[in-house]
């Protein structure tokens, strides 16, 4: 919680035009420039258990999102800002998510649930499949994932489903998005959260808190699902 607050408190992008300040004892190690008019900030945190890694996003107006997945990329908790809530997973996983699966046999199915005070427990389905394609960005290789999701409250009702592909970095273990469509009760729509630069340590731009790439436009005020 102590981070989740240091996070909730980093100034708008608008007011903040020097490098983003993490909590004490936290190191990023690259900063993701994404089609959606979004910056990504993945680092570590000593006080963490081996294998955690957190996530922090921006907008144009400021965070976002931040988050934290183990080394088997399983959500271990989320924050989201634009909904105003926040989740954990819950014990005991039906099939937990697997990077490690993943990787080894192309294919990992997962159902599982978290928890919320805000909307209480939502039960997570899917998987996610290697294509077999590989694709390098700004001088990064990534692997093109398929995946499909549903999201399912406690009364047993969808209220969500998103599929699409996305990308692994298979060294740092997680998942970005890319080209996704969400139906929601209110119909459908597509986005592109596609990584566009990655910028490491001591390189122009890096933990920069303004996005760069798709700004301007007419964003969708649907406040929904963010992949960790």
Known sequence: MRIALALALLPGAA???VPLALPQGCDAY??????????????????????VQRRVDLDEEGVTYFGAIDAETQWLESTHIRSGHSERLAPDPADPASFTALLSTGVDNFDFVTLSEEVGPTRYVGGDSLTGETVQI???????????????????TEMWASEGYEYIHRDWRMFLSGLSTFTVPDGTFEADDSPVEFIFPGEPGFLS???KHGCGVVMSSYAGPVAP
């Open 15 to 17: 007011f903040a035009q």
């Open 30 to 51: 690259v900063t993701i420039q994404m089609a959606s008019c979004t910056v990504s900030h993945s680092f570590t945190c000593a006080d963490d258990p081996e294998g």
């Open 138 to 156: 700004d001088g990064v290789t990534l692997d093109r994932t398929r995946y499909s999701i549903r999201a399912i409250d406690a009364d047993g």
């Open 209 to 211: 808190p303004s996005p």
